[in-house]
């Protein structure tokens, strides 16, 4: 069934953002033929969310798209189908089942396309009801989602310590095992010397008998034996060196005892300092672990930095080889110059008319030489490839002004002038108009040095083939009388003037003006800031493009610009050489955002409003100006 026919382009685009990326990713891999057929030379690795978006809706017509599209349709209404089954046999009524159901759907920023591809006919306050009803539903679920998540990481967090915990548990299990053992071999060894001990206290009392025995029987012989005394006085003294030598023994004994148990006491002490290095261990090795946490993400930046950095050098790369190949095309066409060059002068020898034949050879090559402005030849298709650059830069489209500032830029760039620009949004004008017309994602850019003079940019602007350059921070710091006339000699280049601070224009005569576009971007931020472009590169074909006075576009709109101009303080040569390119008062009231007021305001110091009763006539409270509002929110 085909679900795409009944729908809006609105409704179809909403199915392509709701798809999921990767499964968007994946039905690509799986037909990569098709794909190619598509978007011939790109990757499918390559595509980002937006691209993907794109290309389902750009290409929604084609069957590969639209099969894809009509599944997914179908998958989910069959899903819904099931689970409001589910909800109703759960005791739901059916609009509370469709709430809790369409919360969770795809469906749920888009409840009257559900009820449009089901067929179901539904009041708009039914709707609307709905609606809220489902958009509460699902900031619900999100929110219970987002409490869960913490407690989810906590849980995961906790179960990880649990298990370090019971390695620890077990480490130290094992090691007190081992003290253990070791104290009950300390005390087996202590038993065993107690017990020789008790032996030789046994062995030496037992001595000391026999000798108090011996010392009794000597004096009951030395009454009756004087004549032996010398003998058993000998043996006397055998008897007490034996028993001192048994003294000094039982004593070593003692000291051997006091040993061990010292030893005893310093092995227990051992123990507790183990202890003390196990959790001093364990601190370090918490340590390390954050520090290797950290060391890990470090890491992570850094081979982030290294990728950016390699994409970057292939960037530079890739313009390099662009430059070179158009460098080797002008030397090329200019070779192709010196020959017709060469066959003209031939040629030329054999006129008979020497004048008519100069005349011939000089509208030749004023024609030639002659470099006329470019424009696209389809302004849309410019646009679009366009604004893809400006967004992939943080340009927002929905803020005030943005659509005006854009259609201006169109309208100016074209047109075979300079445009004087701040640095910052100079450069990032200058490469999307560079990856937008010929796919080189940085612009040709010159930047002022002391040793710059006007021959170098001269140079510069011939030598190079690119079709936008960028003229950094020239203006200030050299002679705009030189300078100007060199830019003018190459309209056919989109060629951007960037300076660093408003303040050094106010060192600049006013008359620059008539010779360049001055645009101010300063309402616009996120451009402000020098930023690189990632948008995929685009070209588009360009035709020769002639500048028309616009002296009779609108007279009226160019009155007004030439007496707002004039009263802020602007001669009246340069007021009517801007008020001629006014085409109509939309471009007006452009001319007046992005020119002609920030140009009074911030380089000439002035407020406008103060300064021109035209302008309070013409864009004041009661004023009929289309962008009031906002010129007088900016400048009033």
């Known amino acids: 069934m085909s679900y795409l026919i009944n729908l809006t382009n609105e409704e179809i685009k909403y199915v392509c953002k709701v798809i999921p990326f990767k499964e968007a990713s994946a039905y690509f891999k799986s037909y990569p033929k098709e794909f190619n057929k598509l978007k011939p030379g790109f990757r499918v690795k390559s595509l980002n969310e937006d691209t993907i978006v794109r290309t389902l809706y750009g290409f929604r017509n084609r ?65 609307k009801v709905m609606s809220s009803a489902v958009v509460y539903q699902s900031a619900h679920q999100k929110a219970y989602e987002e409490e869960m998540e913490p407690l989810k990481k906590r849980q995961a967090e906790l179960e990880c310590i649990q298990e370090e915990m019971k390695n620890r548990i077990f480490d130290e299990k094992k090691n007190s095992e081992k003290l253990r053992r070791k104290e009950a071999e300390l005390k087996e060894k202590l038993e065993e010397k107690t017990e020789w001990f008790e032996q030789e206290q046994k062995e030496n009392f037992r001595l000391s008998e026999r000798a108090d025995k011996l010392e009794a029987e000597l004096k009951r012989t030395q009454d009756d034996e004087v004549w032996r005394t010398a003998e058993m006085q000998q043996k006397i003294d055998t008897l007490i060196s034996r028993l001192e030598e048994q003294v000094e023994k039982a004593t070593g004994y003692e000291n051997l005892i006091s040993e061990y148990t010292s030893r005893l006491s310093c092995a227990e002490d051992d123990i507790e300092t183990w202890k003390n290095k196990v959790r001093s261990r364990e601190k370090q090795l918490f340590t390390y672990k954050a520090e290797r946490a950290t060391l890990l993400t470090e890491r992570e930046s850094d081979q982030k930095q290294i990728r950016e950095l390699k994409e970057a050098l292939d960037k530079a790369l890739s313009v390099e080889k662009a430059y070179k190949e158009r460098l080797f095309l002008l030397s090329t066409e200019k070779e ?52 893809y650059n400006l967004e992939n830069i943080g340009f927002d489209k929905n803020v005030d002004g943005s659509s005006d500032f854009i259609n201006y830029l169109k309208k100016t760039v074209f047109c075979g002038n300079p ?38 940019i001269s140079d510069f602007l011939t030598d190079t083939p690119d079709r936008v350059v960028c003229i950094d921070s020239f203006i200030g710091n050299c002679n705009e009388m030189e300078f100007i006339p060199v830019l003018e000699q190459h309209r056919n280049k989109i060629i951007i003037i960037t300076y660093m601070y408003d303040k050094t224009l106010s060192f600049i005569p006013n008359e620059l003006l008539s010779s360049v576009h001055f645009i101010s971007a300063d309402a616009f931020s996120p451009i402000l800031r020098i930023r690189d472009i990632t948008e995929d590169p685009s070209e588009v074909k360009e035709i020769s493009f002639t500048y028309k006075s616009n002296a009779r576009a609108d007279s009226r709109s160019q009155k007004i610009f030439r007496e707002i101009a004039c009263e802020c303080g602007l001669g009246k040569d340069i007021a009517c050489t801007m008020a001629d390119m006014v085409e109509d008062e939309n471009h007006l009231n452009e001319m007046l955002m992005f020119t002609l007021l920030p140009y009074v305001s911030k380089v000439l110091g002035k407020n406008p409003y103060n300064c021109s009763k035209r302008l309070q006539r013409y864009a004041g409270e009661t004023g009929r100006c289309l962008r009031k509002d906002i010129l007088m929110r900016w400048f009033g």
């Open 63 to 127: 069957d590969f798209i639209a099969s894809f599209l009509n599944k997914n349709i179908e998958r989910w209404i069959k899903e819904i189908d099931e689970e409001i089954i589910k909800a109703l046999e759960d005791g739901l009524e059916q609009d509370t089942a469709y709430i809790d159901v369409l919360a969770r759907s795809f469906f749920s920023g888009n409840i009257a396309l559900f009820f449009k591809i089901k067929a179901e006919e539904k009041s708009e306050d039914y709707l």
């Open 336 to 387: 192709s110059y010196q020959q017709k060059n060469r066959e003209l002068e031939e040629t030329l020898e054999g006129q008979k008319n020497i004048e008519t034949a100069v005349e011939i050879v000089s509208k030749r090559y004023s024609y030639i030489d002659r470099k006329m402005p470019l424009c696209p030849e389809d302004m849309d298709d410019f646009e679009e490839y366009f604004n």
């Open 419 to 456: 445009v004087l620009i701040k640095r910052g949004p100079g450069i990032n004008l200058a490469n999307c108009l560079a990856n937008t017309l010929y796919g080189v994602p940085v612009a040709a850019h010159l930047s002022y040095s002391k040793n710059t003079d006007v021959q170098i």
